[in-house]
């Protein structure tokens, strides 16, 4: 079976490139598929996590233009022309021919105020209309925060997948509730990374610290500035080595944490300036290998929790939004076992066995009209 997977992979955010490794390694390993990979969001460049934070280090004058740049054009442009502009590049840059299924996911893709939406359609339309694929959104989550225009673009755009697959449970209420469709859940991708990939590490009593990014959400109903913020943080630090601060090292898994997390040590020079070594910027590699032998991990980051907790790692979630406070409600005080690798590893045959129960139908179906 040629399989089209459709996700973030290639960004720079670790959690997306892992999500797109696993779900491929599933696909070749467990069902022999033939996998080509294609960017979610078109015109987003691909890159590494250290090639990230070299862009995103640069000039703030020069983002900042870019950004300018980019709202102007948002609001320019409406919807529809948006949609048919992106809809046309795409039908120009890829082929379905020979592409049996697609499968769209996963990680955070139904978000509000956000371009995803958009992408979900043009995707949707373009399979619908180019080809006879099957169509599957997987391994997905959703925000509850949607406008009614939103919602009813999402009344539209679901109903044209065949088989809608997300990895919490809050997300299947949400999506469920909005198109009255069947939403199947299983555990996120990325808890069957450890399956597929094997390494070799040794525990060492660390304490691995990652600081989000102050500026990549509104903490202004939380914090006043950013050194109440890393204030914050300093005593999370502090509470969870009980005052051995020597045990404390950090990590990122986005170049906007690294950046935010190197600055939070510059301002606590003291107590962690030599915690940060002149090469920390680290590369995907070191840095599972950093949360494997970890004892206990302190993020706001999903799949850094998800690694910490195949390698048996304490979790302490940052919990500041939706998505992190319903995971760390199932997982916070909860232990890893093979079996929840096993139950996403389900969750994909549920599926191929759910599309060939479809096909079988559609066979049956022209077998009739015959």
Excluded at 193 to 218: A, M, P, T
Excluded at 262 to 288: L, M
Excluded at 291 to 320: C, S
Aim: proline content about 2%.
């Amino acid at each position: 079976m040629k399989v089209l997977l459709v996700n973030q992979y290639a960004t720079d955010n670790l959690g997306d490139k892992l999500i797109g490794k696993v779900l491929k390694d599933i696909l070749e390993q467990e069902y022999h598929c033939i996998v080509e990979c294609k960017k979610f969001e078109l015109f987003y460049p691909e890159r590494t996590l250290l090639q990230g934070i070299e862009e995103k280090s640069k000039l703030k004058k020069e983002r900042k233009v870019t950004y300018i740049k980019n709202v102007v054009i948002e609001k320019i442009e409406c919807y529809s022309i948006r949609r048919n502009r992106i809809f046309y590049i795409l039908k120009n840059n890829i082929s379905l021919e020979e592409i049996d299924m697609v499968i769209i996911g996963g990680g955070e893709l139904i978000k509000s105020n956000h371009i995803f939406i958009l992408y979900l359609d043009v995707w949707t339309k373009l399979v619908k209309k180019m080809g006879k694929s099957k169509l599957i959104l997987f391994g997905v989550s959703s925000d509850c925060n949607f406008t009614i225009k939103e919602k009813q673009q999402l009344r539209k755009i679901l109903p044209r997948f065949d088989y809608i697959n997300v990895r919490d449970k809050n997300s299947k209420k949400i999506l469920a509730k909005i198109s009255n469709l069947k939403i199947v859940y299983s555990p996120d991708i990325v808890f069957a990374y450890q399956k597929y990939n094997k390494l070799e590490y040794k525990k060492g009593n660390r304490i691995q610290v990652s600081i989000f990014d102050y500026k990549s959400y509104d903490f202004s109903t939380i914090f006043s500035n950013i050194e109440e913020y890393f204030i914050f943080w300093y005593q999370i630090i502090v509470e969870s080595a009980k005052g051995d601060l020597e045990k404390v090292e950090f990590f990122y898994t986005t170049p906007e944490d690294a950046i935010c997390t190197k600055e939070f040590c510059q301002k606590y020079n003291k107590q962690f300036g030599k915690r940060i070594p002149k090469d920390f910027y680290y590369n995907e590699e070191q840095i599972i290998r950093k949360l494997a032998e970890a004892d206990i991990v302190i993020t706001g980051r999903m799949h850094a929790m998800i690694i910490a907790l195949q390698y048996g790692a304490k979790i302490i979630p940052f919990e500041f939004k939706e998505k992190i406070r319903f995971f760390a409600k199932e997982w916070k005080e909860k232990r890893y076992s093979d079996e929840t690798a096993w139950e996403v590893v389900d969750g994909v045959r549920k599926m191929f066995d759910q599309v060939k129960g479809m096909e079988q139908k559609e066979e049956e179906f022209n077998e009739g009209k015959k």
